[in-house]
């Protein structure tokens, strides 16, 4: 193993291990600001010793060239620089200015990741560092949900259950932000859920930990990252449901994640109901014969299941406001305030992309172009609240406005090419690839900031890194 092999493992076990725990711990009363500043720079520093120490020998460089997530993201790296280099706002555009990514961080996620996939495939241990990183995540949502505030996040004698009403905004985890921890959770859940659904085994002793993710994810009432692994859950059945055994087993992983995902909006009898549900087909998966023919029928359960779920969205009429919303959005009713203000605020941004539509205004430069704020009145503290439009509220948006229509394309491609390795590749690479997958699902809801955006470009390069694709096929250790 040579020295870039050596820096690229290392690397990726830190980054899994100890990155989604890294946070100033030692300062606390930083708030979300001072976790989101503190997690660019901690990233910042760690990529660029990696940078310096992978360096992969000039046979690996020339393959740069003939991957098509390769080339966008090289396209993208170069559209970023033109758009920094020829903004009003150099300067921020450069260095980053209120989500500290400017392309000083959009230039360091795509040579992490171009350098991260010209090296081998980790062989042991990855995917237990990050389940112990999620764990440990996990836990410390937990415990602030329960009323601890152990980094400081909340302002002084207020906690989780004060969100948006004693103070604006929701924030939780080691990320801050619980956009952002919702996007690292459902990319890890969906790691983990394939990684079991793959091999199954030993890989059940990984199964704690996405449960609590979605379980989590669901106290957030996070929309997009639930919808993402949801989606992602859904689409995994023709890849690995082509056998009875493995049908069962995609059965009981997925009622178990759905009890998880919807306790909150289904309550806990249904959750529970799905609980025992998981049980009785994971027992099953045990004693069925482990027979083919079954792909051709996973495919019909596949279509039935998405009507399944339009249709209960369609005719939804309880409580829980982004289903009304989403059913409100599918029969082409949108209102401003919808998503939490989302289409209003992408309707100004839209309206902002002609002015500069090839290079945009540069990198994290939206909150300079004055958009017209967003205005609401909270509902559960009745007052009024005005919010400063700094993020599109969807990373593809976001990159065309801030760096131009041919640069949006570009990252919109990458998204494309974690779908297609998903769907085309066998082995570890299409584990990987769905985890990256459900991240750029749930990117066209989210905000990109270094806190999350990282666990996209990693797992995107290791479902390109040699080894990726096993020779045995899925569902053998």
Known sequence: MGLGDKAAKAYLFVLCAAFPLAAPWFAPGGGYGGIADFKAAAWAVLTGAFLLAGVPDPPKLRKLTRSPARLLALGYFLLCLLSSLFSPWRKTALLGGSRSEGFLHLGLYVLSF???????????????????????????????????????????????????????????????????????????????????????????LLLPVPVLSAFLLSAMDVTGPM???GLTM????????????????????????????????????????????????????????????????????????ILLALWL????????????????????????????????????????????????????TLDLRGLPPYSYVSPESGRSVTLHIDA??????????????????????LGVCAAMVFFRRRGAARVCAGGAFCYALQAFFGISMCAAAPIFWVLLALSLQEGGEDPEPDGQE
């Not at 939804?316 to 409100?328: D, M, N, Q, S």
């Not at 990159?399 to 491609?413: D, E, F, M, Q, S």
């Open 114 to 204: 171009l350098t991260l996939s010209l090296h081998s495939f980790p062989k042991r241990g990855l995917l237990c560092a990050l389940a112990a990183g999620v764990l440990l995540l996990d836990l410390i949502c937990l415990a602030q949900l329960v009323g601890l505030d152990p980094l400081g996040l909340y302002p002084p004698g207020l906690g989780w259950a004060d969100r948006e009403l004693r103070y604006p905004g929701a924030y939780l985890g080691t990320t801050g932000n619980t956009g952002q921890t919702g996007a690292v959770l459902a990319a890890a859940s969906a790691l983990f859920y394939l990684s079991i659904l793959r091999a199954g085994g030993r890989r059940f």
């Open 313 to 364: 969205v369609l005719n939804y009429r309880g409580w829980y406001g982004p289903l009304r919303e989403a059913g409100a959005l599918l029969r082409l009713r949108p209102e401003d305030g919808m998503g939490s203000g989302r289409i209003y605020i992408w309707r100004q941004v839209l309206a902002a992309v002609p002015e500069r539509l090839w290079l945009g205004g540069g990198p994290d």
């Open 234 to 305: 859904l689409l995994a059945l023709p890849l690995y449901g082509d056998s009875r055994k493995r049908l069962a087993r995609w059965g009981g992983l997925t009622a178990l994640m759905l009890a998880g995902l919807l306790w909150r909006i289904t309550g806990p009898g249904a959750a529970l109901n799905l609980t025992v549900l998981a049980g009785l087909l994971l027992r099953a998966e045990r004693r069925a014969p482990d027979e083919g023919g079954f792909r051709a029928l996973s495919r019909v359960l596949l279509s039935f299941l």
């Open 392 to 413: 599109a509220h969807c990373e593809y948006l976001h990159t065309l406005v801030c760096c131009g229509l041919p640069a949006a394309a570009c990252h919109l491609g």
């Open 227 to 229: 919808l993402a692994l």
